[in-house]
């Protein structure tokens, strides 16, 4: 049985404007052990996913309309406040996007460090205080004896990230959501974040939730991958199906984006237009204004849904867009410009 598994999450907000479908029926399953990678552009409900798991979605406006998300035999979205509590930062704990506000300015590393471990477990002051300084040390920060005693203004937003790291980490949990988690670091020090999640895996069996844009990193350390865009899931599978055998026009047009694959000297490229507005009635594939292959029939109706190609490989089959040949060929012949709707936003 899967550590976690997810059903038709539903998560809207619901504004004065309009009703926003940020994620709208998202499905998957984490093992022990194993990563899931999520991919996509900003705005395609990556984090709210994530944070729709741990309930720390604003209410109001947010709102987890439907689905299920069976944690070890538990729904963590019917869950009570007091279990959830026991839950959320020791069993399943979380590094945040943004460093810069994620830690209290006013209190000391050391304290944000020993107050996570503490409220999970009995240890006390000195005890905790040790294996602060050793997630410190763990993360790399250099002297860690002494910085633990420091406030946050005095680390520079890539130590503030590593703290971050460390503060998931000190629990020992078996869940790890990673949103961005090496956003502000180089990539020296990326390697190692990322090499310490892997031992941990490999000494205590943590499954990982890795939510990013680098594709680099997903298809270099990922088991699973699943790329959304406007609040659905548009491929799934194992990382070798999803990056070797790509189906679906997003997947492929996010795949043409990655500099190092691109001929030296040339302009980038990236994918025209822009995500549409889930605030209001989407037809069809809601990647069709943006899709680059010709296209075989207007959008209408409800949006595709999943269909699968092999074991565990599935994507959202349209069937508006002849997408059988390579994408290379199509950007040659310039159709994706012309198939560009002024309604999409222009090119990106």
Same mark, same amino acid.
């Given at each position: 049985m899967a550590l976690l598994d997810v059903k038709d999450l539903t998560t809207y907000f619901h504004t004065r404007d309009a009703v926003v479908r940020a994620v709208d029926g998202v499905s998957f399953s984490v093992d022990r052990g194993e990563t899931l990678g999520i991919v996509g552009e900003s705005g395609s409900g990556k984090s709210v996913?994530?944070?729709?798991?741990?309930?720390l979605i604003p209410e109001p406006p947010g709102?987890?309309?439907? =689905?299920?998300?069976?944690?070890?035999?538990? @729904?963590?979205?019917?869950?009570?406040?007091?279990?959830?509590?026991?839950?959320?930062?020791?069993?399943?704990?979380?590094?945040?996007? @943004?460093?810069?506000?994620?830690?209290?300015?006013?209190?000391?590393?050391?304290?944000?460090?020993?107050?996570?471990?503490?409220?999970?477990?009995?240890? @006390?002051d000195r005890e905790a205080l040790k294996r602060a300084t050793a997630a410190l040390e763990e993360v790399g920060i250099p002297e860690a004896s002494k910085r633990?005693?420091?406030?946050?203004?005095?680390?520079?937003?890539?130590?503030?990230?590593?703290?971050?790291?460390?503060?998931?980490?000190?629990?020992?949990?078996d869940?790890?959501?990673?949103?961005?988690?090496?956003?502000?670091l180089d990539v020296t020090v990326q390697a190692q974040i990322l090499d310490i999640i892997k031992q941990r895996q490999e000494k205590m069996g943590t499954a990982v939730i890795l939510v990013t844009h680098d594709l680099g990193v997903v298809a270099g350390t990922c088991d699973k991958v699943i790329v959304m865009y406007a609040g659905r899931v548009m491929e799934s599978g194992t990382a070798e199906q999803v990056f070797y055998t790509p189906r679906h026009p997003y997947m492929?047009?996010?795949?043409?984006?990655?500099?190092?694959?691109?001929v030296k000297g040339e302009q980038l490229y990236t994918i025209p237009g822009l995500p549409p507005d889930l605030g209001k009635?989407?037809?069809?594939?809601?990647?069709?204004p943006r899709c680059?292959?010709?296209?075989?029939?207007?959008?209408? =109706?409800?949006?595709? =849904?999943?269909?699968?190609?092999?074991? =565990?490989?599935?994507?959202?089959?349209?069937?508006?867009?002849?997408?059988?040949?390579?994408?290379?060929?199509?950007?040659?012949?310039?159709?994706?410009?012309?198939?560009?709707?002024?309604?999409?936003?222009?090119?990106?």
């Open positions: 996913t994530c944070y729709s798991l741990m309930r709102r987890i309309e439907r =689905g299920t998300a069976m944690f070890d035999g538990q @729904d963590l979205l019917q869950m009570g406040k007091e279990s959830l509590r026991k839950i959320r930062g020791n069993r399943i704990s979380m590094i945040f996007q @943004d460093p810069m506000t994620s830690l209290n300015p006013y209190l000391r590393i050391s304290t944000q460090l020993m107050e996570a471990l503490q409220t999970h477990h009995d240890v @006390d633990v005693k420091s406030y946050p203004h005095e680390f520079s937003g890539g130590m503030r990230q590593r703290v971050m790291i460390a503060m998931a980490l000190i629990t020992e949990p869940l790890l959501i990673a949103d961005e988690p090496t956003t502000a492929r047009a996010l795949q043409k984006t990655i500099p190092s694959l691109q009635q989407i037809d069809g594939c809601a990647f069709y680059p292959y010709p296209k075989l029939a207007s959008p209408s =109706g409800d949006r595709p =849904g999943l269909v699968e190609l092999e074991s =565990g490989h599935c994507y959202a089959d349209c069937r508006l867009c002849d997408s059988s040949g390579p994408i290379e060929s199509v950007l040659a012949a310039g159709d994706i410009v012309d198939d560009i709707r002024p309604e999409s936003g222009g090119a990106a």
